[in-house]
């Protein structure tokens, strides 16, 4: 009797191992890089997630609209939707300031960041890790594209697009995540470093040299926008400890709480990509 | 027999959706809820039940590449563990009786159990890097699995005997 006949979920089962590891195997080399199955499946079923989001929302609206508060909650969400702009345009206003002090500049930019910006909605987080990844309701058909910054209603940084970027959904990696990196400033001190998060809540300020002065608790830290990724001044997070690196006595430890929270990352800014801090 | 698989492939792609949409509304209720509950391992036991075996590790395949897309983590991970899970699941319960509520909760815990250690370990041999328990939440996903499945399974039960009786 033929090994098929015998043993036929077995040899199924080794088939789909063997599929598996020649699939975890082909990544190794290419790093962050998503395949192109990887983005099929992501394309074929990110609708599906934003369709089961909507509904959700959508009920939850309509019970609100019609049986709760009418036209009042109507009135709120406008008045939120004013504000979440207010908030964007009046961070990047104070940044702007802050960095170069030329008021036809600010104008300027401030027009174009106003035209560009992509509001967004938050529908899924990561399966694996939830300080890794989101999804947004916003594609490449509302403009979207790898790279560009995403921001929480009040201005402070959430992450960066990344691929796949479907025709209505994206990805963005949070800061959070233990593979991103942003070149970040402490508002007083002025120390500089690069911002990486550890796939948890916290947080840390790489290539700090022991030796470097400035930098206190509680101080909080601004994008530079060297990294050519992150607009230079958005808010990032805040100093939380300031350590000696008993492993890497080279450079300080710095762990960092950053602004963004999971409770108010319903509704985030899409920013325009930006070349070395400028629009 | 082609009608057999087409229909298993398209109960496959609905079990898929169906985790889908399960983690949708998980994730709608906060990350902490996503780290504690694992939506694509619920659908996976409950097919493997159902279905045994062979269609067990299919919908695991499935189920765990859709997760792994959803995710920055290595693509195929979570379907290595997921397909693991599915096969095992549908292997002993095509073997041994696992309908009694305990019994059933008890086998789901292990199936659950071992899936984690199994994507644990995996995550860690290909990024050579630690999991991230968050703060123990991640421990508690066996036994919500385990809970949830062995409701789902009593719910069913409860309502094909009322079915039954009508």
Not at chain 1, 114 to 139: C, F, Q, T
Not at chain 1, 165 to 172: D, G, Q, T
Not at chain 1, 209 to 238: C, F, K, N, Q
Request: glycine share 8%; net charge positive.
């Amino acid at each position: 009797m033929p090994l098929w006949d015998k043993r036929q979920s077995v040899v199924i089962l080794a088939g789909l191992v063997v599929f598996h590891l020649l699939l975890i195997s082909i990544q190794i080399p290419r790093g962050a890089d998503k395949s192109l199955f990887e983005k099929s499946v992501f394309f074929v079923y990110s609708p599906l997630q934003r369709a089961a989001v909507g509904a959700v929302r959508n009920v939850r609206s309509v019970w609100k609209d019609y049986f709760d508060l009418r036209g009042a909650h109507k009135e709120n969400r406008e008045l939120k939707e004013r504000l979440f702009f207010l908030h964007q345009e009046n961070r990047f206003l104070q940044d702007r300031l802050e960095l170069f002090r030329s008021e036809a500049r600010i104008r300027e930019s401030l027009e174009r960041f106003r035209d560009d910006l992509i509001p967004a909605r938050v529908i899924g987080i990561d399966s694996a890790n939830p300080y890794r990844s989101l999804v947004l309701d916003k594609g490449s058909l509302d403009g979207v594209k790898a790279n560009m910054a995403v921001c929480d209603k009040f201005g402070n940084l959430v992450g960066r697009t990344i691929g796949p970027v479907s025709l209505r959904e994206a990805m963005v990696q949070l800061v959070t995540d233990k593979e991103s990196s942003v070149n970040v400033m402490s508002e007083k001190g002025r120390l500089v470093g690069s911002l990486t998060g550890t796939s948890g809540p916290i947080c840390e300020l790489r290539y700090v040299l022991a030796s470097t002065t400035g930098g206190e608790e509680g101080e909080e830290l601004r994008t530079t926008g060297h990294d050519r990724i992150y607009p230079a001044g958005i808010r990032v997070g805040a100093i939380r400890s300031i350590e000696k690196d008993p492993s890497l006595p080279l450079f300080r430890k710095i762990r960092v709480r950053p602004f963004f929270q999971f409770n108010t990352l319903d509704a985030v800014a899409v920013l325009p990509q930006v070349q070395g801090g400028e629009k | 027999m082609r009608e057999t698989v087409l229909k298993d492939v398209f109960r496959a792609v609905l079990a898929t959706a169906a985790a889908v949409l399960l983690y949708s509304l998980a994730g709608a209720a906060g990350p902490s809820v996503l780290v504690a509950f694992n939506a694509f391992s619920v659908v996976v036991i409950y097919f493997s039940v159902r279905r045994g075996e062979v269609f067990g590790a299919f919908a695991g395949t499935a189920c765990g590449l859709v997760q792994d897309a959803f995710s920055l983590s290595v693509f195929g991970t979570a379907g290595l563990t997921k397909t693991l899970l599915g096969f095992l699941t549908g292997y002993v319960a095509g073997r041994i009786d696992v309908s009694p509520a305990p019994r059933m909760a008890a086998f789901l815990l292990v199936v659950s159990t071992f899936e984690l250690g199994a994507w644990v370990l995996l995550s860690w041999a290909v990024r050579q890097e630690a999991v991230g328990l968050h703060r123990g939440l991640l421990l508690v996903q066996p036994l919500v699995t385990a809970l949830l499945g062995t409701s789902l399974f009593l719910a069913e039960r409860r309502f094909l005997a009322r079915r039954r009786e009508a």
